[in-house]
């Protein structure tokens, strides 16, 4: 097993090229005018704008590629299309809904932080189902409960097409009132000038091809500010701000990285991953790798044997293989499956 680990090869992108090869997705408004500012709490907010960064990242294989961005002072904001809509609740206990993750153990831990190197694939999803591969950072009583979630879906009720796209999204009082996906509602506040949120990835990584392609998404609590900070690679994309997380303001209580896939009325549910079950091969397995906590010190480490538990809760159609630790792979795991008929 050592030996397929060391052996993968892999091709590293930092996806800065804009969805389609150019901005006709979004709308280029000021940055303090975008829909953040709406919201009652954040009136008179003022945008962050110095951060402490962690950023000892391996950039090895790694292939930068040009993008298109927003002029200085405005923001990207993607279009809505027509006949979309933000649905579907993100909790696990909501019916008709699978999971297959690994997730830290409820021992009285604080984390300020998550971040993974997670591969990205192309999948077949229907119009009222979903898949995500994505990390979830929470704290709160079920009923309030405060969640922050980013990662990558293929989500077509959303965005109208079954592309995968970088998606985020938070609740500040357990799915009730308030949060959503994006910036669909007040609340998450950019401040890159790139393209993020919402768009589709240029690449995706083949079934068996000796390359890889992913991405690594981190969010960290700011030490200073105490705001909820997105990174992908080295670019700050944007943040939730303190104002709107009570219960998070105390740092993450759990984090929970892998899959999250939602059934369509008909019973089916969609793939999860690559839509193929985790095998011995990385380069024939969904997964995340260099799986990294922020520990209640600010430092950021590898995740806990110990500290973690394993979930996934079909196993006819979603399955999940935990690798451990490797010095050429970090922490890392491999998960998904096929989908079909899983139960609700």
């Not at 019916?95 to 690994?102: A, K, L, V, Y």
């Not at 189902?129 to 979630?149: A, F, H, M, T, V």
Request: net charge neutral.
């Amino acid at each position: 097993m050592a030996l397929h680990l060391l052996l993968v090869l892999f091709s590293y992108m930092l996806l800065t090229q804009v969805v389609e090869g150019n901005t006709d997705d979004f709308d280029c408004v000021d940055i303090y005018k975008q829909p953040a500012f709406q919201h009652p709490l954040l009136k008179h907010h003022k945008i962050q704008e110095i951060f402490n960064l962690d950023d000892n990242l391996d950039r090895k294989n790694e292939c930068k590629v040009n993008y298109q961005s927003c002029s200085k002072g405005t923001v990207p904001i993607l279009k809505q299309r027509n006949g979309t809509e933000s649905i579907h609740l993100d909790t696990i206990e909501y019916p008709g809904q699978h999971f297959s993750t690994i997730e830290t153990v409820l021992d009285g831990s604080i984390y300020r932080g998550a971040e993974a190197r997670i591969s990205l694939h192309s999948l077949t999803v229907q119009n009222n189902q979903y898949s995500k591969s994505q990390i979830w950072l929470e704290n709160g009583p079920r009923n309030e409960l405060n969640s922050i979630q980013f990662g990558w879906t293929a989500h077509p009720r959303l965005y109208g097409d079954t592309r995968t796209r970088f998606t985020i999204y938070w609740t500040a009082d357990g799915y009730k009132n308030s949060g959503c996906y994006n910036i669909q509602c007040p609340g998450f506040v950019i401040v890159t000038q790139i393209p993020w949120i919402g768009r589709a990835f240029p690449r995706t990584s083949i079934y068996g091809s000796n390359e890889t392609i992913s991405f690594i998404p981190q969010v960290f609590q700011d030490g200073s500010s105490g705001n909820w900070v997105l990174k992908i690679f080295s670019e700050v994309i944007g943040y939730w701000p303190k104002e709107l997380l009570t219960h998070l303001n105390k740092g993450a209580s759990l984090i929970r990285f892998g899959g999250n896939t939602f059934i369509s009325p008909d019973g089916i549910s969609p793939p999860m991953g690559n839509g193929h079950f985790p095998v011995f091969d990385f380069q024939k397995s969904s997964h995340y790798m260099h799986v990294k906590v922020m520990n209640s010190n600010y430092q950021l480490v590898d995740i806990e044997d110990s500290k973690t538990r394993r979930y996934s809760d079909s196993y006819q159609c979603y399955r999940l293989l935990y690798w451990g630790y490797f010095k050429s792979n970090g922490v890392s795991f491999s998960f998904g499956g096929p989908g079909g008929d899983c139960g609700t």
